[in-house]
């Protein structure tokens, strides 16, 4: 294998405060789902539900696989080498902000982690959490307000265009801690807008449907692909910390920012398209579950002309 | 599960004790592709500018004639103080020590107070050539603005969620 092929596939950054989290939110996730599991099967053994498993086997595969992308995201070469490739920091960010929040919280992560509690913990949790976001607890109304999704989309807006300034780039490129700041600031605001998109509990917002989801996914598009254009097409490096640095797989400072631009634009948007087709998907198929008119409402002469002009 | 959640606290407070500068490199660039022979050095400090007692990290970019990285040259770090030209610090700058495998790192604990020359050797084959910058190193100050911080923001957190769920009536929500 070629030496520097080598070096970059092995440098990994193992690090313990990463890990910890990522240990203890996959224990708590599938400890709980076995609960439920248990006490599921144990309820449709006894006829009790219509057959409908709150503890479907995919959940913990999706949370595991989100737990495993924020893992590669924050530990693997992708991050060590995004100190010297910018495209490679372009993948790592799509990881944090696109792929790792919409499977995190299509798990519906909430209970299933308050179920992996000792029972003691997840009572005294439980009560705490319903105190705080019961109907008439102002701290539910002011999360609901801080986090309409308006604010919600703005937040993700400025942390996505904000951190692509070029001196607040290159600070995090400069600074461990502020390139941290940056990533809990791409996931935070990925899990918040994805919790609009997804539905996932706590469900304290107004009933947003699936159109209105649709739509909000969408809304993701234009600003991203406007970000990645404006990078892939600059005339000049836009930067110059990787002015400095090593060159990896023959890749100059502008074929690699063009790259970046590129992978912002086209894949990252496409994450957005694909969520949004899911959920047409969806609106589809619950169309195609509604029960056919009677014949006598369709099949009459204003109706055959001009189909709904008789309401 | 009691004995794990210990364990596991136990393992995140080691763990963010880990100094920073052994996580990612980084750090203010000092030098920026000096020649040296027909190959390139990059030199970073992190943190910019040290405090007595503190790690520093140095990290050491070397560019072949392509700007390619160069894995197998060998670096040597040597620490001057400015004021007597004494070496304080001294020793080899490798691969094997950083995060990042394309580049040469060394860490080691900032000397007293006063300003230094950091002086970085590269040799390969017949090549042989140095690069060097000066630094301050200052005080040390023991405060942890990283630490003030997240005391602060924890205790407006907790004070947010007391005064929000005082003198509510608990209802558990029907949805």
Redesign the interface.
Known sequence: MD??LK??L????W???V???L??AG?LYV?GWRRLRQRSNRARSAKQTNGWRAAAGWRPVSYLAGLVFVGLALMSPL???G??LFSMHMIQHLLLIMIAPPLLLIANPMPFMLWGL?NTWRLKIG??I??????????RH?LRAATTPGIVWMIWLISIIGWHDPNAYNAA?????V?DLEHLSFFLGGMLFWWHVTGAGP?IHKQFGLIGRIAFALSAVPPNMLTGVAIAFAAEPIYT?Y??????M?LTVMNDQQLGGVIMWVPGSMMYIIAALVLISRLLQGEARKPALPEGQWSTDEALIAPGLEK | MKRLIVVLALGLLLGGSVPMALAHGGGEIKIGKEPVGPYKMTVWLNPPVPQAGETMHITVGVLAEDDAPLLDAAVFMEMINQANGEIVMSGPATTERSANKLFYEIDFPAPEIGTYEIRLQLTRGDVNGQVAFQTEVETANNTNWLVIGLVGIGLILAAFLYFSSRNVDLQIPDN
């Open positions: 030496p520097i070096a970059a092995s440098s990994w950054d690090r313990p405060d890990i910890i989290i240990v203890l224990t400890k991050d060590v080498l100190s010297m000792p009560r705490g319903a105190r705080l976001i019961n109907r008439n607890a102002p701290f002011k490129l400069r600074s461990d801690l390139h469900r910390y002015n400095n640095v090593p060159r990896l023959g």
